[in-house]
């Protein structure tokens, strides 16, 4: 008992100092939030980009505040912003309606850059989105609990069909999360190219050679990435080739 007002104090300062933290995040939020009201998005994005990176020295995250960012960002006609901060927001939404939503303007985003191939398409890209993680929380969930209802069923002697239906869906879906995540791990990295001429180069070598030049897509595309070789990085969608690494903003 002797050590009860040390853990005390202790909780306090705790407290204190979690209070200390919120206020400037708080204020961040409040200023950007009367900023898009005021549909000043050129006052709005630093706040909301600083309130991002505040709050991930703090260990927070916020699907809002990447999708207030991302608006903002549209507003001033910063295309790439518009896209990375998207993408980052349905990676953080709990919400599949939510996500499914987002990963359409995503699409629309690319529909306006006017590409033909599009990562927003890809079934890899949506399944991993709309999956989100509340989602894949309730599906373990209810794979455990069809599980136990399963074996309860067979143990009690209830039915031994029902049982076993049971079990067996239960492990599929409790099997589908370590698979899904296993998949997750295969797929290739992405960024969002990112140039203020508003087009990118890739070339055929990773040389920035106007010889070895293959074709520009607008700043804002998503990309599939691979390999770095000195200052540039392999892209092996929608087109293969080299870009630029200080062009691309990896997630």
């Known amino acids: 008992m002797k050590n009860w007002p040390k853990i005390w104090l202790?909780?306090?300062?705790?407290?204190?100092?979690?209070?200390?933290?919120?206020?400037?995040?708080?204020?961040?939020?409040?200023?950007?939030?009367?900023?898009?009201?005021?549909?000043?998005?050129?006052?709005?994005?630093?706040?909301?980009?600083?309130?991002?990176?505040?709050?991930?020295?703090?260990?927070?995250?916020?699907?809002?505040?990447?999708?207030?960012?991302?608006?903002?960002?549209?507003?001033?006609?910063?295309?790439?912003?518009?896209?990375?901060?998207l993408v980052r927001a349905t990676d953080l939404?709990?919400?599949?309606?939510?996500?499914?939503?987002?990963?359409?303007?995503?699409?629309?985003?690319?529909?306006?850059?006017?590409?033909?191939?599009?990562?927003?398409?890809?079934?890899?890209?949506?399944?991993t989105r709309v999956f989100t993680p509340n989602m894949r929380v309730?599906?373990?969930?209810?794979?455990?609990?069809?599980?136990?209802?399963?074996?309860?069923?067979?143990?009690?002697?209830?039915?031994?069909?029902?049982?076993?239906?049971?079990?067996?869906?239960?492990?599929?879906?409790?099997a589908f999360l370590p698979a899904l995540m296993l998949w997750e791990k295969s797929l290739p990295a992405f960024a969002v190219m990112s140039n203020e001429k508003n087009s990118v180069l890739i070339y055929e070598e990773a040389k920035a050679d106007p010889s070895l030049k293959l074709v520009a897509l607008p700043s804002g595309t998503l990309v599939n990435t691979a390999e770095a070789a000195g200052e540039f990085t392999r892209v092996s969608f929608p087109v293969a080739g080299w870009v630029p690494t200080s062009h691309l903003m990896p997630f």
């Not at 939510?98 to 599009?118: K, P, V």
């Not at 067979?154 to 239906?165: E, F, M, N, P, Q």
């Open 93 to 127: 939404t709990d919400s599949p309606f939510t996500a499914y939503l987002q990963i359409n303007q995503i699409r629309a985003l690319e529909l306006e850059l006017g590409l033909a191939d599009r990562l927003s398409d890809a079934p890899s890209f949506i399944l």
């Open 10 to 85: 202790c909780g306090v300062l705790f407290c204190a100092w979690l209070s200390a933290e919120a206020p400037e995040l708080d204020g961040l939020w409040s200023s950007g939030l009367e900023k898009l009201q005021a549909e000043d998005y050129a006052g709005a994005a630093p706040l909301f980009e600083k309130w991002i990176d505040e709050a991930a020295e703090q260990n927070k995250t916020s699907a809002d505040a990447h999708y207030n960012l991302a608006l903002a960002a549209q507003r001033t006609e910063d295309l790439a912003r518009t896209q990375f901060h």
């Open 138 to 174: 309730v599906l373990l969930g209810l794979g455990t609990w069809m599980f136990l209802a399963g074996l309860l069923s067979l143990w009690a002697r209830w039915s031994t069909w029902l049982g076993g239906t049971a079990i067996v869906l239960g492990l599929l879906f409790a």
